[in-house]
Nanobody, 120 residues
Framework: QVQYVESGGRSVQPGESLTLSCAASGFSIDNYAMTWYRQPPGKEREIVAVMSRAGDNVVYRDTVKGRFIMSRDSDKNTVYLQMNSLNPEDTALYYC?????????????WGQGTQVTVSS
């Protein structure tokens, strides 16, 4: 059974750093591209970063380039999102998910997310 457990979110001040974790189970993260998403309050969910299946390439949304770093630990089946120089626009509920084929119902499964709040 596919499951994601996101953690690490909390309230921080602008300029601070956080590292989020997403522990996956029911599949191997080495077999799929992995994505970090976020949903800011009152807005649609958006893609933050996508790591290739091989783990050798990450694409970031423009607003986090140079500040966020996505990584993975295959032994722990966990992906991470290191977030630096946080600003209030980064406030959101953060999720991770594998890039399942469109026909795969496992693509409908989401974790509970982890809340990041950036405020002075």
């Amino acid at each position: 059974q596919v499951q994601y457990v996101e953690s690490g979110g909390r309230s921080v001040q602008p300029g601070e750093s956080l590292t989020l974790s997403c522990a996956a189970s029911g599949f191997s993260i080495d077999n799929y591209a992995m994505t970090w998403y976020r949903q800011p309050p009152g807005k649609e969910r958006e893609i933050v970063a996508v790591m290739s299946r091989a783990g050798d390439n990450v694409v970031y949304r423009d607003t986090v380039k140079g500040r966020f770093i996505m990584s993975r630990d295959s032994d722990k089946n966990t992906v991470y999102l290191q977030m630096n120089s946080l600003n209030p626009e980064d406030t959101a509920l953060y999720y991770c998910k594998a890039a399942w084929p469109k026909s795969d119902m496992r693509g409908n499964i989401w974790g509970q997310g982890t809340q990041v709040t950036v405020s002075s």
